[in-house]
């Protein structure tokens, strides 16, 4: 028990989630843990983005628990969620196509305190191609090099908890390899939990330590790759 207690990052428990007199969530649980890949499952519209949000803060939850590292998060803005470690990653990137490479990702700096206002080395290791470019704008990259850029920005915050949100989406192959590359480095560390947003099976059933699939807003199945048998998986994302 001790050791899921230092291991655990984020716990989610029983969310409900709406918008106006829709419903996007029902009882949706899952947990992260450090040094592992929680990938949350399923075809779209299901509620995956909507979980993003709920765990980020830019949805408010109807009930449920929200904790990172032990501590309630439901009540805190967005901004104090980044503070307390959360980076996100949003579906279509959302990278300033205005400011340079290195603009943005001096905008991770916003939730650090003065002393740690530097970009990492090692996200040049991950993503050598960001080096190469930072003079250039945003918008001027192709959209592999821009996830890369997302998720660059992402980790200047030094996240305990990072969140991708289908960072394969549009992707071409070559990049999704060195993605995937960078996320399982990083789980490797076991300094950061990672939650995993995913429509591409094949791609999620490489990295993810535990999986939940959604289905219209509800968990309908959960467990490690042994647990969730792969041909059923499989079978009702065709659906």
Do not use: W
């Not at 997302?150 to 989406?169: F, K, N, Q, S, W």
């Not at 591409?200 to 059933?205: K, R």
């Amino acid at each position: 028990m001790q050791q899921e207690k230092t291991t655990r990052m984020l716990n989610v428990e029983n969310l409900d989630l709406h918008y106006g007199a829709a419903q996007a969530l029902r009882s949706v649980s899952l947990k992260a843990e450090l040094g592992k890949v929680t990938c949350v499952i399923g075809r779209n519209g299901v509620g995956k983005t909507s979980l993003c949000r709920a765990i980020t803060g830019q949805q408010k939850i109807t009930r449920g628990t929200l904790e990172l590292d032990g501590k309630p998060i439901a009540n805190l803005a967005p901004a104090d969620r980044a503070r307390a470690g959360i980076g996100f990653v949003p579906q279509g990137r959302e990278i300033f196509p205005l400011l340079s490479v290195e603009e943005n990702l001096k905008t991770g700096f916003a939730p650090l305190s003065v002393k740690d206002r530097f970009i990492p080395d090692e996200i040049f290791e991950l993503f050598p191609v960001l080096n190469t470019m930072l003079g250039r704008r945003g918008g001027d990259l192709s959209g592999g090099q821009q996830q890369q850029l997302a998720i660059g920005r992402a980790l200047v915050m030094r996240p305990r908890l990072l969140i991708l949100d289908e960072p394969t989406e549009g992707i071409q192959p070559s990049i999704i390899k060195d993605i995937g590359r960078a996320i399982l480095h990083l789980a490797s560390r076991g300094t950061m939990a990672i939650v995993l947003v995913e429509q591409y099976f094949d791609f999620a059933l490489e990295l993810a330590d535990n999986f939940i699939l959604m289905e219209r807003g509800e968990v309908v199945m959960s467990g490690n790759k042994q647990r969730m048998g792969e041909e059923d998986v499989r079978q009702r994302l065709a659906l």
